[in-house]
């Protein structure tokens, strides 16, 4: 029987000597949210760069659904499911946000009348209606990420990894942002991986958090064994 689930095995990932990331591994389940937490620089971008295809592990392999794509590039990956969000959006400024998404849908494969019904349809799922006619250059700062998401979720993905979707939001639309992508994660049986900073969007949406310190796993579990984690305690609070 196919395992379906996103892992990684014993990743590693050296720069130069850098070791950003050593020996982590992680696991993500359909319809499951996964918050990958850490303080600056303890290897959560580099984590999601090695799932997503933008880098080859130093070490270690990443299995999708039983496959292993770990030479896989990203294009690949994303055809067989797998799909991230970037910090930096770049989108078609001239066309519409509904316009976008449909191109990306089409860029994917869909025949034109699929891509424009997934692109109003995932719009209306994430609650961003009011964006479909605005020219993508003119979507307001704190919302343009969204475009980025609903962008990837047009594709469909079983799994979509996320690195930092609700920056340049404040904690509130912060929270019903990442809220409406985990309800809809849940019920489609979509597998998220969120890298998110804000502790208090973590804990409200994340089945299960991943904590990395210095390029290491410290402890994953559920967000309330986590909130009371020693070492967790020590390396939010402890520093400094
Ligand atoms: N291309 C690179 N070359 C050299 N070192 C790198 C490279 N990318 C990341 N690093 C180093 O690897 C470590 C982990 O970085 P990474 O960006 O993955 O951390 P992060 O947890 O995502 O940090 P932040 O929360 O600040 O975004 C850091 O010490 C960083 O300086």
């Not at 929270?175 to 998220?192: D, K, P, Q, T």
């Amino acid at each position: 029987m196919t395992e379906r689930a996103l892992v990684l095995e014993h990743g590693g990932m050296h720069f130069d000597g850098v070791r950003a990331v050593e020996d982590v591994s992680l696991r993500l389940e359909p319809g499951e949210v996964l918050g990958l937490i850490g303080p600056n620089g303890s290897g959560k971008t580099t984590t999601l760069n090695m799932l997503s295809g933008v880098l080859r592990p130093s070490e270690g392999r990443i299995l999708l659904d039983g496959v292993d794509v770990t030479r896989k590039p990203l294009r690949s990956r994303a055809r067989d499911g797998l799909v991230r969000t970037f910090q930096s959006v770049k989108v078609f400024g001239r066309l519409t946000v509904e316009e976008n998404i449909e191109a990306a849908a089409l860029g994917a494969g869909m025949r034109r009348a699929e891509a424009r019904r997934v692109a109003v349809e995932t719009l209306s799922e994430l609650g961003l209606e009011a964006l479909a006619e605005v020219r993508a250059d003119a979507v307001p700062a704190g919302q343009v990420r969204s475009v980025g998401i609903a962008r990837a979720i047009a594709l469909r993905p079983k799994y979509l990894l996320l690195d930092e979707p609700a920056a340049g939001q404040n904690e509130a639309e912060a929270l019903e942002l990442i809220r409406i992508i985990a309800s809809f994660a849940r019920e489609r049986g979509l597998g998220v991986l969120l890298v998110e900073h804000d502790m208090t969007v973590v804990m409200g949406t994340c089945d299960r958090l991943h904590v990395l310190d210095s390029g290491q796993t410290v402890v994953s579990g559920d967000p309330e064994t986590i909130r009371t984690d020693p070492q967790v305690i020590e390396i939010y609070f402890g520093k400094g």
